[in-house]
């Protein structure tokens, strides 16, 4: 079945420090790949999406491409923001469109000033 | 509109006891998601609705959990003579039919807890 992991956390950086999260998937095909976040007491919200091998998706300074030779869609950020401090899962979703998301742990970015 | 609304956003219950949560989907949205999480994991999926239609449902879904959508529009899922185990947060999300990108919005969620 499909399965997605991402690397173990949580993450401290200071503002304007770089980011990574890696993620890495299992799956039949081409699925369709996703970051969510969830910021303190809200709920989960797409942040950027890509639908076919190469593709980079990206939003609000977030980018992630599609890699399908090494299965990775890794979360990255050039300069971080005490304001992006939440839980980041990624998520793929098989080909048929009508697929269930299926989503990582989850990890948690603290940003401090 | 404002979203996708779940009520009630908590649900504390003894064991053996039933529970039923409600979701209201975005309006124009024909597809709904019931997901469960518990704490440092992610979202699970347990069932989906196109419509009125519950086209898929997890093995995650015991007899004991029902899900509903009447006219393609809320959704309940009931949890019957709960357990302490199925203490987590219910989520619900919508989306339009569409290409495999297709956005799903979630809503905040039920958090239920079993005692």
């Known amino acids: 079945g499909n399965s997605v992991t991402q690397m173990e956390g949580p993450v401290t950086l200071s503002e304007e420090a770089f980011l990574t999260i890696n993620c890495t998937y299992t799956?039949?095909?081409?699925?369709?790949l996703f970051w969510y976040v969830q910021y303190p007491g809200e709920g989960l919200q797409l942040l950027l999406k890509?639908?076919?091998?190469?593709d980079k998706g990206s939003n609000k300074g977030f980018e992630a491409t599609y890699r399908k030779e090494t299965t990775s869609f890794h979360l990255e950020k050039g300069s971080v923001q005490v304001s992006d401090s939440a839980v980041y899962f990624c998520?793929?979703?098989?080909?048929?469109?009508?697929?269930?998301?299926?989503f990582g742990k989850g990890i948690t970015l603290s940003v401090r000033p | 509109d404002t979203g996708v609304s779940q009520n009630p956003r908590h649900k504390i219950t003894k064991r053996g006891q039933n529970v039923t949560f409600r979701c209201d989907p975005i309006?124009?949205?024909?597809?709904l998601y019931w997901y469960r999480q518990t704490l440092g994991q992610g979202p699970e999926f347990l069932t989906y609705?196109?419509?009125?239609?519950?086209?898929?449902k997890s093995r995650l879904l015991s007899d004991r959990f029902s899900a509903e959508r009447p006219k393609g529009s809320f959704s309940t899922l009931e949890i019957q003579r709960t357990e302490q185990g199925d203490s987590a947060m219910y989520l619900c999300?919508?989306?339009?039919?569409?290409?495999?990108?297709?956005?799903?919005?979630f809503g905040p969620g039920t958090r239920l807890t079993v005692l």
């Open positions: 999300a919508s989306s339009l039919e569409g290409g495999a990108g297709s956005e799903q919005f």
């Open positions: 799956a039949t095909g081409y699925p369709s």
């Open positions: 890509a639908t076919k091998a190469d």
């Open positions: 998520a793929l979703r098989g080909e048929r469109a009508n697929s269930k998301l299926t």
């Open positions: 309006s124009e949205h024909n597809r």
């Open positions: 609705f196109q419509n009125e239609a519950q086209l898929e």
